[in-house]
């Protein structure tokens, strides 16, 4: 039988939150969210405040770092962008590979999520792959194939003896940055559609072993009613994570 999966609660800063905001929000969040062993906490700060979230979070091994994005080549005149191997140096164990914004704002396709989330496995790193359908997708009812279409060049290149190092965050583009929070009940059943996904390439062994997290406007007020779903494993959160009270309560509804 495969272990339970922890619960994972996960914060993307975005472009948010300097170096010096960096030091402030963890000196205050660290006094609010107990250290733990029974869930898994991780921050994506802007790269430039890496450094300064990694100094401020000495002693606390209980919580993660990951950066937002990574290129595919180790080095070279790629101006602007970050291997995957310069992440690690830097103390980065998650990488978010196709979250919305990298899709919808600049324009990545699916096939160079493939390639990043390979170049991640490759390093020893935690790729968080990040899925979701647009609102008019959904409203033409195609928001599970969608997010299969997503799914699919990434399963291609994953084995099955790796995809437990893989999380999932299904994140509605609709629900990203919005306020309007996906039902439970949508929650539940684009999670299960992606579990299918994955028991279909893996089996049921392996695909359990992956982790599927919510994102789309969770908040304080709504991260233990989405949590509580079956086969919701925890939260990406966005705004509600620039807030170090506010994440703290969100960890705390985690159980
Ligand atoms: C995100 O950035 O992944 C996200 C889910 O943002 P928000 O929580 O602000 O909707």
Redesign the pocket.
């Known amino acids: 039988m495969t272990a339970p999966r922890k619960p994972i609660l996960a914060g993307?800063w975005?472009m948010n939150h300097g170096p010096s905001q960096a030091a402030r929000f963890f000196a205050d969040f660290l006094n609010l969210a107990e250290p733990g062993d029974d869930r898994t906490i991780a921050f994506f700060p802007p790269a430039i405040s890496f450094a300064a979230a990694r100094e401020a979070l000495q002693g606390r091994p209980d919580v993660r770092l990951g950066v937002q994005n990574v290129y595919w080549e180790e080095s070279g005149a790629f101006t602007g962008e970050l291997s995957v191997g310069m992440a690690k140096d830097a103390g980065a164990e998650l990488v978010l590979v196709g979250?919305?914004?990298r899709r919808h704002v600049f324009g990545e396709t699916s096939e160079e999520t493939a390639r990043k989330v390979r170049a991640v496995l490759d390093a020893g790193l935690v790729p968080v792959l990040?899925v979701g359908e647009t609102i008019d997708e959904r409203r033409a009812e195609r928001a599970e194939a969608v997010v299969a279409e997503q799914l699919a060049p990434v399963l291609e290149i994953v084995r099955a003896d790796e995809v437990g190092e893989l999380v999932i965050?299904y994140?509605p583009v609709w629900?990203?940055?919005?306020g309007v929070t996906a039902t439970p009940d949508d929650a539940r059943t684009m999670h299960a559609a992606v579990r299918e996904r994955l028991r279909a390439a893996y089996g049921a062994e392996a695909a359990d072993a992956v982790p599927i997290l919510y994102?789309?406007?969770?908040k304080p007020d709504n991260a233990a009613e989405l949590m509580s779903q079956p086969g919701v494993d925890g939260v990406?959160?966005?705004?509600?994570?620039l807030d170090a009270a506010g994440f703290a309560r969100i960890v705390k509804a985690a159980g």
Do not use: W
């Open positions: 993307n975005k979250h919305s914004e990040c965050a994140e629900a990203i940055g919005t994102g789309g406007s969770v990406l959160v966005g705004g509600a994570s």
